[in-house]
C-alpha cells in the first residue's frame, strides 16, 4: 500500500492504529519490509534493520514492560522523505525492564523521533527521548 495521504498523516494514523491500538495486523500498511532503526539508544534493535514480522516483536517487547504505553504527538514536520515527531509518552511499569523488575510506577516523558519514508511505507527511523526522567520516575535513580 503506497501513501494515499500526506505523509504526516498517515505517520499520525500509524502512531495511533499500531503504538496507542495495538493493531499489529495493521504492521504491514505502514512498514515497509525493511525497516531500519538507525539510532535509539536502548533500543536491542538500534542499528538493525528488521522485517515487519520482526517490528511486530520489537512492540511486544515495548508493551511486555508498559502494556498501556500511549504516545501523544505534539507537533509534526514533513519533509521530503521523513517526517519529524514531538511526542510525550505515558504509561505504566507492569513488566521487567531487562533485569529490573515491574514497579508498578506511571511514566511521563517527551522525545523526538524522524521517520523516513521509502516506496509509501515507513522504513526506518532515528530516535531521541529522555530515559533519564524514565528511570528516575521508576526509582532506579534518584532525584
Known amino acids: 500500500m503506497s501513501i494515499s495521504l500526506n505523509k504526516e498523516q498517515f505517520l499520525r494514523n500509524f502512531l495511533q492504529e499500531v503504538w496507542n491500538e495495538k493493531r499489529f495486523n495493521k504492521i504491514q500498511t505502514y512498514v515497509h519490509p525493511k525497516y531500519h532503526i538507525e539510532l535509539d539508544a536502548g533500543d536491542p534493535w538500534e542499528g538493525k ?11 511486544h517487547y515495548s508493551f511486555d514492560s508498559f502494556p498501556d504505553m500511549h504516545f501523544e504527538v505534539t507537533s509534526c514536520q514533513e519533509l521530503e522523505d521523513r517526517v519529524i515527531v514531538d511526542w510525550i509518552l505515558t504509561g505504566t511499569n507492569l513488566g521487567p525492564i531487562g533485569d529490573f523488575p515491574a514497579t508498578g510506577k506511571r511514566i511521563r516523558t517527551t522525545g523526538n523521533t524522524v521517520y523516513y519514508f521509502k516506496d509509501g511505507l515507513i522504513s526506518g527511523h532515528h530516535q531521541v527521548f529522555d530515559r533519564i526522567t524514565v528511570t528516575k520516575q521508576l526509582g532506579f535513580l534518584s532525584a
Not at 49 to 59: D, S
Open 49 to 59: 534493520t528488521i522485517n515487519p514480522a520482526e517490528f511486530i516483536e520489537r512492540l
